[in-house]
T-cell receptor, first 117, second 112 residues
Framework: EAQVTQNPRYLITVTGKKLTVTCSQN?????MSWYRQDPGLGLRQIYY???????DKGDVPEGYKVSRKEKRNFPLILESPSPNQTSLYFC????????????????FGEGSRLTVL | SQQGEEDPQALSIQEGENATMNCSYK?????LQWYRQNSGRGLVHLIL?????REKHSGRLRVTLDTSKKSSSLLITASRAADTASYFC????????????FGDGTTLTVKP
């Protein structure tokens, strides 16, 4: 089954304790992206990756890191989480970037709900 | 800042009625997409309209795009209780193909 898998789905952690949210897709997609969703603010793009070893900042990259060493995986790293990073996080992938070729349908994971105390 | 703004924020209708939600954006786009989200779950792609298209249909969905007004609308006809969800527009740009910007969403409730 074609899917984007995120782990963990739920996590409660404490300020400053490094954590990684993994994202994996099995559709051989070139493009992957991370978003956070907060009440009243919709989805905001954190980082995206056009291809392996190519990553770039979205609208809210502060406090996050990413890497794209393999096509299928795009982990989101919070080096020192803070309470303002409490949010619902979504990973998405697409055959092509959203603005290219007009075929940028995004496939989303089920989300990772993170609470930082 | 968020590119897309949607209205209304919330919409409640009876089953069988039509639902219309609107999205406005600020800069030139390559395409605009609509997504649906069921209560806290992942978003599901509904339809994409290109900047050179004015209207597109998919089943009970009709999307329009007015680039002069920088706005789009999503019409769901003959709504069903199962259409209850949040709906988001997302814009993409040819100047930065990797970026996509989502609106704040419209929460639709369809009463049986």
């Amino acid at each position: 089954e074609a899917q984007v898998t995120q782990n963990p789905r739920y996590l409660i952690t404490v300020t400053g304790k490094k954590l990684t949210v993994t994202c994996s897709q099995n559709m051989n997609h070139e493009y992957m992206s991370w978003y956070r969703q907060d009440p009243g603010l919709g989805l905001r793009q954190i980082y995206y990756s056009m291809n392996v070893e190519v990553t770039d900042k979205g609208d809210v990259p502060e406090g996050y890191k990413v890497s794209r060493k393999e096509k299928r995986n795009f982990p989101l790293i919070l080096e020192s989480p803070s309470p303002n990073q409490t949010s619902l996080y979504f990973c998405a992938s697409s055959p092509f970037p959203p603005g290219l070729f007009n075929t940028g349908e995004l496939f989303f994971g089920e989300g990772s709900r993170l609470t930082v105390l | 800042s968020q590119q897309g703004e949607e209205d209304p924020q919330a919409l409640s209708i009876q089953e069988g009625e039509n639902a219309t939600m609107n999205c406005s954006y600020k800069t030139s786009i390559n395409n605009l997409q609509w997504y649906r989200q069921n209560s806290g779950r992942g978003l599901v792609h509904l339809i994409l309209i290109r900047s050179n298209e004015r209207e597109k249909h998919s089943g009970r969905l009709r999307v329009t795009l007015d680039t002069s007004k920088k706005s789009s609308s999503l019409l769901i006809t003959a709504s069903r209780a199962a259409d209850t969800a949040s709906y988001f527009c997302a814009t993409a740009y040819n100047t930065n193909a990797g970026k996509s910007t989502f609106g704040d969403g419209t929460t639709l409730t369809v009463k049986p």
